[in-house]
């Protein structure tokens, strides 16, 4: 079968202010369409890949046209759905009407609902897709009905039919590696500036899930305690070298921590020594579960960075979001990461249920009190799935568009603060952690090669903006109260009307 997977065409613009996209754009590998695409691969499926990010939706339904699908697979978050849905309307008159079916987080997040908001879906995937998308593939080829499909609502008629869900992939070694081969150009797929060293950048996983009970966080497996699933070493090296192989010079690996298996992860080090793998990386880390020696290894190891999910300067907040983690922690954390040799990234958030302004500005000043290298603001989001989005109209209010759910727009606004206080926050963040003359000079100090220079003159132009009292981001419109928000209307990029 003929089977295209699709991210619909979006433009930074609609994502980031014109003054601070230079030093926040970035364009992640798709990891999840590539485990999708490999996988149907593997079962003998031809398959294409058309990413919205760097193609107009002319460009894409050209690709289409000439390549004529039968089976459509459309990606979208929470803030991309109203794309997603318009995709779904245009690729409804592609030669020989393919089977559209959606997937990513917010099909999942939403299950059947997704295909009572369209009337052009005819499916969306409500679990991991890799198993789903090909046991899909093969009852549509021999013509056989979805019912009992697990991990699939479908359309039969006027009715949505949800099937049960299918259980979680245990075994994450007898999947296929992802198929990056798909990816035009993998020099195009970059990590936001300052946060990577060398190009090209690969992203890969070692792990999938989590055991932590943060509310803000979707998890496939947040109701089934299922917790972490690894894969073994010997099957994450061997990735390791293929990517060596394909070129890429540097891996960001995205498992929620690297670290929560401390034996596993020091192994991990231990064995890209002893083979000789010589590649940068960069890794994210829960702070209670890192100490020197470990840090020490990552850093022999290749390792240049490491990211701690800080989120607040206050103890009270970071139990409202059930990090599980102290102030007292994070600040050791940050000081063996720095004392191992390592670059340190801390992310904030504001908008936390009970947080006051007061307490912002207190995060403000814990940011510059462990003056990590690279500090990012970002406002709470309740992304469908979450506990977040479950108690959002008991914690606060929510914006009416989905366009909104991004770290950049102001998506919910806690009981205890107003709209226009978690902006000022989120200007007054940058403005003050940038701007310290400590930074400043480290950062001059710091510049290595033409790449991390570019990425400084950047951050020196958003800094310059933001000076100006600009907004940092998108502003997200006000919250209504109400049940879940609609679809927004589709809005197409800039690229698309300038075809």
């Not at 990012?376 to 992304?383: D, W």
């Amino acid at each position: 079968m003929r089977c295209a997977l699709v991210i619909p065409a979006w433009s930074p613009g609609e994502i980031f202010s014109a003054g601070t996209a230079g030093s926040q754009i970035n364009y992640w590998q798709p990891l999840g369409t590539l485990y999708v695409a490999a996988a149907l691969r593997r079962a003998g499926h031809e398959v294409t890949f058309a990413n919205g990010a760097f193609l107009t939706a002319g460009e894409i339904r050209r690709r289409l046209e000439r390549f004529r699908p039968e089976l459509v697979g459309v990606y979208s978050t929470a803030f991309g759905w109203g794309k997603a849905l318009a995709a779904a309307a245009d690729f409804r008159s592609l030669p020989g009407r393919p089977f559209l079916v959606a997937g990513g987080p917010y099909p999942i997040a939403a299950q059947g609902e997704g295909l009572r908001e369209s009337g052009d879906f005819d499916a969306v995937v409500t679990g991991e897709g890799e198993e789903t998308a090909v046991e899909l593939a093969g009852r549509l080829s021999r013509g056989e009905d979805l019912a009992g499909l697990e991990g699939l609502a479908f359309r039969r008629g006027a009715e949505v039919v949800v099937n049960p869900p299918r259980p979680l992939i245990e075994d994450l070694d007898r999947l296929p590696f992802p198929a990056r081969d798909l990816l035009e150009e993998a020099r195009d797929y970059v990590p936001p500036p300052g946060t990577y060293r060398r190009r090209p950048v690969a992203v890969m996983i070692t792990s999938r899930g989590c055991n932590r009970h943060c509310i803000f966080c979707f998890q496939i497996d947040r109701h089934r305690s299922r917790g972490i699933r690894f894969r073994g070493l010997d099957g994450v090296l061997e990735e390791v070298r293929l990517l060596l192989a394909q070129g890429y010079r540097e891996i960001k690996f995205l498992d929620d921590t690297l670290a929560a298996d401390r034996d596993r992860a020091l192994e991990f080090a231990r064995r890209i020594r002893e083979e000789g793998l010589r590649f940068s990386w960069f890794a994210s880390a829960c702070v209670h579960q890192v100490d020197r020696p470990l840090l020490e290894a990552f850093r022999r190891a290749g390792c240049w960075a490491v990211l701690f999910g800080a989120e607040s300067g206050v103890q009270k907040n970071l139990n409202a979001l059930r990090k599980g983690i102290t102030l007292e922690q994070t600040r050791r954390a940050v000081r063996a990461a720095r004392e191992a040799g390592l670059r340190v990234h801390t992310p904030f958030v504001f908008g936390i249920p009970g947080e006051t302004y007061a307490e912002g500005l207190e995060t403000i000043r814990f940011a510059c009190e462990l003056a990590p290298d690279m500090a990012s603001f970002h406002a709470l989001t309740p992304f469908p799935g979450s506990e977040l989005w479950e108690r959002r109209h008991e914690l606060g209010s929510v914006a009416p568009d989905l366009a909104a759910y991004t770290y950049q727009g102001a998506a919910f606004v806690p009981r205890t603060m107003t709209r226009e206080e978690l902006q000022r926050l989120r200007r007054l963040a940058y403005r003050t952690f940038y701007s310290r003359p400590s930074w400043l000079v480290q950062r001059a100090l710091g510049v290595r090669s033409v790449h991390e220079l570019r990425a400084a003159l950047r951050g020196a132009r958003s800094l310059l903006w933001l000076w100006k009292d600009r907004e940092v981001a998108v502003t997200a419109p006000a919250p209504p109260q109400g049940p879940w928000p609609a679809a927004p209307p589709h809005d197409r990029s800039r690229r698309a009307a300038q075809e």
